[in-house]
Every structure is written in C-alpha cells, then in structure tokens.
C-alpha cells in the first residue's frame, strides 16, 4: 500500500524554511493545489511579530490548521525552544485547546539561579493520517525591566556653546522607550541643537536656556502600545541632573563621549551620522579623514564633532577617522575612532517564496523533483522539511540550486 506524505511550501510537513541575515521567518499563504488533489492540511496563517506577554498574566498563542474529515481527527503538540511541551505536566498553567492554540494561565520568568520562564521560541505541531505539519513558529517575550539604571545622567557645568551629553539606559525587555523632563516639564527634544539616542541626551551649542534640572524616564514600549494598567505600565525614572553655564576658563582635556561606531551599512542616496561627540575647554578642533584624504563634498562635520553624510554614493564608501585636539594646549591631533563605511545598491528585502512544492501523486521508486523558488536579499538559505523533520541529504534526497532560485 502506497504511503502518503506532505510535501508542500510552507511552515508544515516538508516544507521551505526561509530565513535571512536577521533569521526572518517567511510564511507563504495557502498550500497549492493541483488537479484537484487534497493538499493534506492548510495553514491559517497568523502573525510573525514576537508576541509580548505581561508577567503573571495570560496569553493566548494561536495555531490553527484546515483538513479533510477523510484525513482523520488534527491532533497538536507544541515545543517551546525545541523541548516537546507537556500538556499533562503542567495542565494547571499550560493547556492545548482543541483548534491548536497554546493558552497559558499564568506567564512566568524567573531568573538568576532557579532559572524558570516561558520565554522562549514555541511551534505548533499538527498531525493527521496524511503528515505532521508545522503550524506556527513565533516567539514569546516576557516584558521585564529592572530596578535599577545601569546608566544615569550626572551633572555638568559648561562653557556657552559647548556640549552637555547625559546618559540614560537601563536594561529591559523588549524595547526601552526613554522620554525626559527639563524642570520637571515634558523637554521637546525636536530641536536642531538637541539629539535622543537611545540611551542619551545631546546638547550642542548649548546657551543659558538650557540651564536646569534634567531628569530621564524610563518604560517599556510594547506595553504603551497595549494600553497595559498603570500597575503594569512601571515608569523608572533618574535621579536629576543639573546643566549649568562655567564662565571659568579652566582648561579641561578632551572628554570622548561617543566613539565612531566600528561599522555602518547604508543604502545609494541615503543619509548617516558617524559619531564623534566630544568636549574640552577651551572648545576641541575636529577634523575627519577619509580613507587618509579630504572628506568628500556631501559630508559636514556638526558642533558636536559627529560627520554628517548626506546623498551618499558607492564612492563614498571607506574609512572615515575622527582626530581631534585641544586648540592652544595641544599640538598635535588625536585619533580618536575610525569607521568604516558601506554602501549597498540593493535595498534588504525578506525572504518569500513565489513558487512552492505542489501536490502529486506518484507511484512507488518513480523519480520526483519539488520546485521552491524564492527570492530575498541577502540570498535566503532554504532548508526542506518532512514531516516537521529537517530532511538531510542521503542516496535518495538531494537539493538542487539553479541560478534563479
């Protein structure tokens, strides 16, 4: 008796896995269908974005799969970071609902050395008299932030149109949104002179309107966006941090405050700042090389030291440095970081796959070939899967790459 198996594009039976650089995971749209043939089980697709969960709350992971009554009852399983999940265990927290879903009571994340938490990367496994396919990939994150920052704004006096840079960064999970108070008032940091990174404040060309009392906060972003409680939504805030104006002429060294990054990748006709923020009195000289020479036409060093490149080109690409010095106290330059920089002229784009296995049938020791046509860049790196099963090449299976896929 002939046996039947599921071969088919998508996140199921054996199918195409699809992941670039950053391991983004493709999910095509239904299975084909050929000649009428049943493809065994359809997919109903849900979202790839991470799914963010609250501690001690629930969550719902939704898995669900359309099959043929003739192909017998759709059994599930889940894996959390590839470990079978126990329905049985832990029925008291975890369950298994009858269309698929995982639904977990209570989410947990317990740290340092009794390590517990249902954090991880979960996939849903469905199973009938044809095959067993994979019916979601996704993985959970369990929002955290902690008590303390690892990083806090401290107090400067400076020159008038010198720089005040305050750092503000505290580790959680997922993304830190960073929001800061001038005087205990909202600071509007859409200005010219004024710069968020993620985790500080810049100041140039600072004047006696930016004396005061700074203050960053501290939350998580994903939990704005759920519109969570107050007693969810937990704000951590700074000590202040006074900004003053020094009308004293001592002489202070070169104080680096944010080296050249090692390395940035942009796009043709894009725009980048490499960074080089720092601070001296009397006020640093700055000057940038590029690659030994002159920096071209569409780059401008600003107040803060930091090189602007604008409507780059391929020939921009190549070593920026950043050298600088104390102006009468120094004689010579410092280097203080280089970057190198790289210009692509094709744009990323996830993977997908345009054309995928379709069903057949076959019988016994005849030869078959599944076509898989993806495209992507960088070039994705396809894997087959049987069953839920990487499929490694033996005697009778091979994976054959042509010039357009």
Same mark, same amino acid.
């Given at each position: 008796?002939?046996?039947?198996?599921?071969?088919?594009?998508?996140?199921?039976?054996?199918?195409?896995?699809?992941?670039?650089?950053?391991?983004?995971?493709?999910?095509?749209?239904?299975?084909?269908?050929?000649?009428?043939?049943?493809?065994?089980?359809?997919?109903?697709?849900?979202?790839?974005?991470?799914?963010?969960?609250?501690?001690?709350?629930?969550?719902?992971?939704?898995?669900?799969?359309?099959?043929?009554?003739?192909?017998?009852?759709?059994?599930?399983?889940?894996?959390?970071?590839?470990?079978?999940?126990?329905?049985?265990?832990?029925?008291?927290?975890?369950?298994?609902?009858?269309?698929?879903?995982?639904?977990?009571?209570?989410?947990?994340?317990?740290?340092?050395?009794?390590?517990?938490?249902?954090?991880?990367?979960?996939?849903?496994?469905?199973?009938?008299?044809?095959?067993?396919?994979?019916?979601?990939?996704?993985?959970?994150?369990?929002?955290?932030?902690?008590?303390?920052?690892?990083?806090?704004?401290?107090?400067?006096?400076?020159?008038?149109?010198?720089?005040?840079?305050?750092?503000?960064?505290?580790?959680?999970?997922?993304?830190?949104?960073?929001?800061?108070?001038?005087?205990?008032?909202?600071?509007?940091?859409?200005?010219?002179?004024?710069?968020?990174?993620?985790?500080?404040?810049?100041?140039?060309?600072?004047?006696?309107?930016?004396?005061?009392?700074?203050?960053?906060?501290?939350?998580?972003?994903?939990?704005?966006?759920?519109?969570?409680?107050?007693?969810?939504?937990?704000?951590?805030?700074?000590?202040?941090?006074?900004?003053?104006?020094?009308?004293?002429?001592?002489?202070?060294?070169?104080?680096?405050?944010?080296?050249?990054?090692?390395?940035?990748?942009?796009?043709?006709?894009?725009?980048? #700042?490499?960074? !080089?923020? %720092?601070?001296?009195? *009397?006020? +640093?000289? @700055?000057? $940038?090389?590029? /690659? &030994?020479?002159?920096?071209?036409?569409?780059?401008?060093?600003?107040?803060?030291?930091?090189?602007?490149?604008?409507?780059?080109?391929?020939?921009?690409?190549?070593?920026?440095?950043?050298?600088?010095?104390?102006?009468?106290?120094?004689?010579?330059?410092?280097?203080?970081?280089?970057?190198?920089?790289?210009?692509?002229?094709?744009?990323?784009?996830?993977?997908?796959?345009?054309?995928?296995?379709?069903?057949?049938?076959?019988?016994?020791?005849?030869?078959? #070939?599944?076509? !898989?046509? %993806?495209?992507?860049? *960088?070039? +994705?790196? @396809?894997? $087959?899967?049987? /069953? &839920?099963?990487?499929?490694?090449?033996?005697?009778?299976?091979?994976?054959?790459?042509?010039?357009?896929?």
């Amino acid at each position: 008796m002939a046996k039947n198996y599921l071969y088919w594009c998508s996140i199921a039976a054996v199918f195409i896995l699809i992941t670039d650089l950053l391991g983004v995971l493709c999910l095509p749209t239904k299975l084909p269908q050929i000649e009428g043939l049943d493809p065994g089980i359809v997919i109903i697709e849900q979202p790839n974005d991470p799914i963010i969960a609250i501690k001690k709350s629930s969550v719902l992971i939704n898995c669900s799969v359309i099959s043929s009554s003739e192909h017998g009852q759709v059994h599930y399983f889940w894996k959390k970071d590839g470990i079978r999940l126990n329905n049985k265990k832990h029925r008291s927290r975890l369950e298994i609902m009858r269309n698929g879903s995982l639904h977990i009571r209570r989410v947990i994340h317990k740290g340092k050395g009794n390590m517990r938490t249902d954090e991880g990367f979960y996939e849903c496994f469905a199973r009938n008299n044809v095959g067993t396919v994979i019916g979601r990939r996704v993985e959970l994150k369990v929002t955290r932030i902690a008590k303390e920052f690892t990083e806090s704004p401290v107090s400067q006096a400076v020159g008038v149109g010198g720089v005040v840079y305050l750092a503000c960064e505290i580790e959680a999970v997922p993304e830190t949104l960073y929001v800061w108070q001038k005087d205990n008032e909202p600071l509007n940091t859409n200005h010219v002179r004024f710069r968020q990174y993620k985790n500080a404040l810049l100041i140039t060309n600072v004047q006696a309107s930016d004396v005061g009392t700074y203050k960053c906060f501290a939350a998580i972003k994903a939990l704005l966006r759920m519109d969570a409680s107050s007693s969810q939504l937990r704000w951590r805030f700074t000590d202040e941090a006074v900004v003053n104006i020094t009308q004293a002429k001592t002489f202070l060294p070169l104080k680096i405050w944010r080296k050249p990054q090692t390395n940035i990748t942009v796009m043709v006709n894009g725009s980048t #700042i490499i960074d !080089c923020v %720092v601070s001296s009195q *009397p006020l +640093p000289q @700055v000057r $940038w090389t590029w /690659n &030994g020479q002159q920096i071209p036409q569409r780059a401008a060093i600003l107040s803060d030291g930091s090189l602007s490149l604008s409507q780059i080109s391929t020939k921009m690409a190549g070593n920026y440095e950043c050298l600088a010095k104390v102006a009468g106290h120094d004689d010579k330059y410092t280097l203080l970081g280089v970057t190198e920089l790289f210009v692509e002229v094709i744009a990323h784009y996830y993977p997908a796959i345009t054309l995928g296995p379709a069903s057949s049938a076959h019988k016994i020791a005849r030869h078959n #070939i599944l076509k !898989c046509e %993806v495209t992507g860049y *960088p070039k +994705p790196r @396809v894997t $087959w899967l049987k /069953n &839920g099963m990487v499929v490694q090449p033996d005697g009778r299976h091979e994976v054959i790459f042509s010039s357009s896929s």
